[in-house]
């Protein structure tokens, strides 16, 4: 007869029983576990045994009145549940083949079950082909079980010799198969439910809303995240008609529909208990055929961005009132009276000349204030052109005039919201403008260009300015109601030439900061330099001066050879035209402004740039004094 697969299985089978020194007419297996171990042994198989006892009890219907008996494993051949005939099972039983038992070749030699686990095959071991004689009266077919390709187990019928038939093995095949295939189906429904708990956790912390809307326009689905942000209950929103809380949904849906994006775009919510604006992003939900199921919104409150913007852009106060320095009684005294009204919502208004340091008082009672983590956002009222400076202060939407930016844009004061505003240079700014600032600080509410709705905010305004604003007042350039309005608590920093006591530690400093700025040694501070420096009148004040050091700083380790004077010969200065014969102030600006066009060739840009005014303020000189370029 040829020798097929399973002689050769069995063969070494055998010659692997001979090896382990099975006695072949032992008549019990060597290893049975009970109690404690064998219910730890049920544990670690409990998926197993769960999949395959509703299995087993289908294939015992057909087979046991037939005698046979069931008999499922673990991975090393230990029996895990035995089913069956119970005349077979006693038999079984008389031979110690009950749960607990390992039926492993080491332990009763060739066997169906061991031998399928050896082999990693399906077998049926019959009457002699067992090593053991005590089960040549049986015969037995198994098939290994697996799950991600391991063996975790057998199946295996056993009965009486006589009643062998090659169908029992397709019979165990067909159950084993059918028990993997659960196993597998397990795995599946455990992982989908895993990423669905994965999905459902990343969805709802999510830091923004989220709505599913049917093609009905109903709500099918909300995110945790949407009922904190607009406080309602999730149970309210679910089927109802997302229009009657999104007033705009209906545009909304049009732009997507028309295969257009709305990302980032402004809208509100239709709920009176919510003031804010949200920005949106809406996305069509389609199915592989690429056919809409319906859409997907979500939202998050405009602040929140607005306060990201604010982070990252810089609009923070750098300086603290431990910056400033002061050895002079007058510049004590102000500091100390600056530090005091810090926190207070009031406006501040600072004077000065140029170069003063008027900003860094701006922002030292900002950091002094609750609202020191909030922005401060610092406005140049004469560098803005006249015809976008309301655009600036207070934003505009979506259209409102040509070159307007998709979705609209916040302005300074919406920036500002929660944090200090600082109007620089406030006398610059245009008479029909000074009326909707009034405005602003009479009703605490800003109305972007373009719209029609006005928006609450909380800014604490600072101003400042180099002018009399009361003589300004007097030549009907600025209005008494917003002087006012703005000198509620008034601030004026003296010209560093008044405060003498001052002006040799600040140059000590600036000599030290940009020694290390640029690297450079620091030069000799002589008592003769001292006494120029005390005795220059510093018409730029301390910007001035801080110029002067860094040239120092720069030329090199001596300073004795430049003349100060130099400085004053870059600068002209209408103090000392004074002295030599009394100007009005606009006879000085007009010489001040025609000297520098000389000195600059006539660059506008640079010219407005070195007095510190705007290119339209000084377009309006020009005009004014009948300059010509």
């Not at 063996?151 to 159950?175: D, Q, S």
């Not at 949904?249 to 295969?259: A, E, F, G, P, Q």
């Not at 009326?435 to 609450?456: A, C, D, H, N, P």
């Not at 009005?584 to 025609?594: A, F, G, P, R």
Request: net charge negative; glycine share 6%; charged share 25%.
């Amino acid at each position: 007869m040829p020798v097929t697969d399973k002689d050769i299985i069995i063969k070494r089978s055998h010659d692997r029983s001979k090896s382990f020194g099975i006695d072949p007419n032992r008549q019990f297996p060597k290893h049975i576990i009970e109690g404690l171990e064998f219910q730890h042994q049920l544990e670690e198989n409990k998926e197993l045994l769960d999949i395959a006892d509703p299995i087993i009890s289908q294939l015992l219907a057909t087979v046991e009145k037939n005698g046979f008996v069931i008999v499922l494993t673990d991975s090393e051949a230990g029996i895990l549940k035995i089913v069956g005939g119970k005349e077979t099972l006693k038999a079984a039983g008389d031979l110690n083949m009950v749960e607990g038992a390992s039926m492993s070749e080491k332990s009763i030699g060739t066997n169906a079950m061991g031998t399928a686990i050896s082999e990693n095959a399906s077998v049926q071991i019959t009457a002699k082909e067992h090593f053991i004689s005590a089960y040549h009266q049986w015969t037995c077919s198994a098939a290994p079980i697996h799950y991600n390709n391991k063996i975790i187990g057998t199946l295996n019928l056993t009965g009486k010799a006589e009643n062998v038939h090659p169908h029992t093995l397709g019979l165990v095949m067909a159950a084993v198969s059918a028990i993997e295939n659960k196993l597998v189906n397990n795995q599946i429904l455990h992982e989908l439910y895993a990423s669905r708990q994965y999905a459902w956790a990343m969805m709802n912390n999510l830091a923004y809303g989220v709505f599913a809307i049917d093609l009905n326009d109903e709500i099918k689905w909300v995110n945790d995240s949407a009922c904190r942000i607009i406080n309602v209950r999730r149970k309210k929103l679910l089927d109802k008609a997302i229009s009657e809380i999104l007033p705009e949904w209906m545009k909304i849906k049009r732009i997507v529909l028309h295969d257009l994006s709305f990302l980032d775009q402004e809208s509100y919510f239709g709920l009176s208990e919510i003031q804010e604006n949200f920005l949106f992003n809406t996305y069509l939900i389609k199915n592989d055929e690429q056919e809409i199921l319906g859409f997907l919104v979500t939202f998050r409150p405009l602040s929140r961005m607005l306060n990201l913007v604010k982070k990252y852009s810089g609009l923070h106060a750098y300086y603290t009132f431990n910056d400033i320095i002061a050895r002079s009684p007058q510049t004590i005294k102000i500091i100390k009276y600056a530090q005091k009204v810090s926190n207070s919502p009031s406006t501040i208004l600072i004077t000065g000349e140029s170069g003063t340091g008027k900003e860094v008082f701006a922002q030292a009672m900002h950091n002094a204030s609750e609202r020191h983590d909030s922005a401060f956002v610092a406005v140049n009222c004469g560098a803005i052109s006249p015809t976008l400076i309301e655009s600036e202060m207070f934003g505009y939407e979506e259209g409102a005039f040509t070159g307007a930016r998709k979705g609209g844009c916040p302005g300074k004061f919406e920036l500002a919201d929660g944090g200090t505003i600082f109007l620089d240079e406030i006398g610059e700014m245009p008479i029909d403008m000074q009326v909707k600032l009034l405005r602003v600080l009479q009703e605490g509410t800003i109305t972007r260009v373009g719209s029609q709705e006005s928006k609450k905010i909380d800014v604490r305004v600072i101003a400042a300015t180099n002018k009399d604003l009361e003589k300004e007042v007097d030549k009907g350039e600025f209005r008494l109601d917003l002087f006012y309005r703005l000198n509620v608590i008034p601030i004026h920093i003296p010209a560093l030439r008044e405060r003498k006591e001052d002006i040799i530690p600040l140059a000590r400093n600036f000599m030290a900061s940009k020694g290390e700025k640029l690297n450079k040694p620091i030069p000799e501070f002589t008592k003769a330099i001292e006494e120029k420096i005390l005795n220059y009148p510093w018409h730029g004040n301390v910007r001035e001066l801080e110029n002067y050091i860094e040239k120092l700083v720069n030329l090199g380790d001596s300073i004795d050879f430049i003349d100060i004077s130099d400085n004053e010969k870059q600068q002209p200065s209408a103090e000392i035209s004074v002295k030599k014969e009394l100007k009005s102030l606009d006879l000085v600006e007009k010489e001040t402004i025609i000297f520098t066009i000389n000195e600059l060739d006539g660059n506008i840009s640079q010219v407005a740039k070195s007095l510190g005014i705007g290119r339209n303020t000084l377009y309006s000189k020009l005009k004014k004094y009948n300059i010509k370029i």
